[in-house]
């Protein structure tokens, strides 16, 4: 099997909105060694400037990930999970994700490149709040090994 | 970002290592990402599945690398104030059972744009002598 590199410019989405909470940062930092108060206390949050508590800055993976899922699984895609890792990512913020923000995620697969085997997947969610102004971006690539490929992993 | 928290431009230079740390991942590390982040891939928990897709055992996952070395800069730049973070995942790092893994991130001043009051931040994470990470850079709004 391999990836259908027509899928290229395809999006998904608008999902579900995702709810930012208090306690799935407070999660989220201490599972990456994020020691700040700020990820925790809503009075030194405030006294930072920010409305509520603020998220470690990986912390759009975690709504990024629920809509790349979507192209993933899309038997249209071709792309098997299993013979994925991930080789690139990147977030670029507008703003820092606070407790408290509902946003909508929109995922596009912006590249698809094949060579020796492996298929490089490009998406990129792009996170917006419910007035439709822009929050986040997070661009990941994933390599997809083809399944009659048996040589070594990265 | 906030002023209250943002490192003050003035007196950085490139080259300048502005944080650094040793974080030491061990077997409970992945099982609390995978819980945090909601990524349940089995190559980041069970051998025989690792094995079976050609790792050498379990490996951590790569955005878990990613997430503390963000700590890292965070830890200098103040939690908020990373605008921009980008990283190319180079190396996988198997965390043996039992033991720990570490993994070593060396922050420095990259580059600096005055006109925009923003550092550029790279990163220099390793486990033992491998480098993970490729192109790891981060910008921090300063003050």
Not at chain 1, 16 to 35: C, G, H, N, Q, S
Not at chain 2, 15 to 31: D, N
Request: a negative charge.
């Amino acid at each position: 099997m391999s990836v259908n590199s027509e899928a290229v410019g395809r999006s998904y989405g608008p999902f579900e909105p995702y709810e930012v909470t208090r306690v799935k940062i407070r999660e989220f930092a201490d599972a990456v060694d994020a020691f700040s108060g700020a990820h925790r206390d809503v009075a030194v949050a405030r006294a930072e400037g920010y409305a509520d508590v603020v998220a470690p800055t990986t912390f759009a993976v975690v709504i990024a990930q629920q809509a790349e899922f979507h192209v993933v699984t899309d038997p249209e895609v071709g792309v098997d999970f299993s013979r994925v890792v991930h080789a690139e990512e990147r977030f670029t913020h507008v703003r820092p994700l606070v407790a408290g923000d509902v946003v909508m995620t929109t995922v596009h697969i912006d590249a698809i490149k094949q060579r020796a085997g492996i298929s490089m997947v490009t998406t990129r969610s792009e996170m917006v709040d419910l007035d439709g102004a822009p929050v986040s971006t997070v661009v990941s690539t994933l390599a997809v090994r083809e399944t009659q490929d048996e040589g070594e992993t990265q | 970002m906030t002023e209250s928290t943002s490192p003050s431009f003035a007196g950085l230079e490139v080259g300048q290592v502005v944080a650094e740390r040793e974080i030491a991942l061990t077997r409970a590390s992945l099982v609390r990402y995978a819980g945090a982040s909601g990524d349940f891939n089995p190559i980041h928990y069970n051998d025989v599945v690792a094995v079976e897709v050609g790792l050498p055992g379990v490996i951590a996952h790569g955005m878990l690398t990613m997430g503390v070395a963000a700590s890292v800069v965070e830890e200098w730049g103040g939690a908020g104030n990373v605008s921009d973070f980008q990283v190319r995942f180079t190396r996988p790092i198997p965390v043996p059972n039992p033991g720990e893994a570490t993994v070593s991130v060396t922050a420095r001043i990259g580059a600096l744009d005055e006109e925009r009051r923003t550092a550029r931040v790279d990163l220099t994470v390793q486990h033992g002598d491998v480098k993970v990470l490729g192109k790891a850079q981060a910008l921090v709004d300063c003050a």
